[in-house]
C-alpha cells in the first residue's frame, strides 16, 4: 500500500484556510469553548511529545515516520506545524469548529447523532476514501430526514471495539 504520487506531492502542503483557522493563538490556550472532558492545552502538549517519541521510535520500519515526529517535536505556539496528526493542532481545530458552530446553534434545539457510513467503515486502505461520496450520502440521509443545518466532523480513527464492550448508538447510512 504505497502513497500515489499525488498524494506524496502534498505531503506537507497545508491549506489555506486550515492556516486561517488555526491562526488565532487563543485556540490552543485553555479559555473557552470548553465541553465536558475536552482535553487540556498541557495535556495537548504532553500527546504531542509523546507521540512524536513514539514516531521516532518507529521511523525505522516507515521512514515517513521520521518526517511527521520532526513537525510534531518543533510545533510550538510561535512556529504551528498544522499537522493532521498533531494533538495540539488537531485540538485547535476542535475548539474552532467548536467555536464557529456557537452562533449557528444559539437559539435552536440542538440533536446529536454519530453517522457510520457503511461503505466506509470496513475501508482498510484510506486512500480509496472518498469525502465527496460520503458527504453527498450524508447530505441525502440528512435531508430526507428533515435536517434544515447541521454541522459536523468526520472521525479517521478507526477505532474498534474487540470485546464488544460498547454498541453504536449511530445512524447507519447504507446504499
Known amino acids: 500500500m504505497s502513497p500515489t504520487r499525488t498524494a506524496l506531492k502534498n505531503v506537507g502542503v497545508v491549506k489555506p484556510w486550515v492556516k486561517n483557522a488555526l491562526s488565532s493563538k487563543l485556540l490552543y490556550a485553555d479559555g473557552e469553548p470548553k465541553w465536558p472532558d475536552s482535553p487540556s492545552q498541557s495535556e495537548a502538549v504532553d500527546e504531542r511529545q509523546k507521540l512524536s517519541r513514539f514516531l521516532v521510535k518507529h521511523a525505522?520500519?516507515?521512514?515517513?515516520?521520521?518526517?511527521?515526529?520532526?513537525?510534531?517535536?518543533?510545533?510550538?505556539?510561535?512556529?504551528?506545524?498544522?499537522?493532521?496528526?498533531?494533538?495540539?493542532?488537531g485540538r485547535a481545530l476542535q475548539?474552532?469548529?467548536?467555536?464557529?458552530?456557537?452562533?449557528?446553534?444559539?437559539?435552536?434545539?440542538?440533536?446529536?447523532?454519530?453517522?457510520?457510513?457503511?461503505?466506509?467503515?470496513?475501508?482498510?486502505?484510506?486512500?480509496?476514501?472518498?469525502?465527496?461520496?460520503?458527504?453527498?450520502?450524508?447530505?441525502t440521509l440528512l435531508r430526507r430526514n428533515g435536517v434544515n443545518l447541521a454541522a459536523g466532523g468526520i472521525d479517521f480513527s478507526f477505532n474498534q471495539d474487540g470485546i464488544v464492550a460498547f454498541q453504536s448508538t449511530g445512524v447507519l447510512i447504507s446504499g
Open 60 to 89: 525505522f520500519v516507515k521512514q515517513e515516520l521520521s518526517c511527521i515526529a520532526q513537525k510534531l517535536k518543533y510545533c510550538s505556539a510561535n512556529s504551528r506545524c498544522h499537522c493532521a496528526a498533531c494533538p495540539e493542532c
Open 95 to 139: 475548539r474552532f469548529f467548536v467555536s464557529e458552530c456557537q452562533p449557528l446553534f444559539a437559539r435552536k434545539s440542538v440533536c446529536v447523532a454519530s453517522i457510520i457510513d457503511s461503505k466506509m467503515s470496513c475501508q482498510k486502505d484510506i486512500s480509496q476514501l472518498s469525502l465527496s461520496g460520503l458527504i453527498n450520502r450524508v447530505r
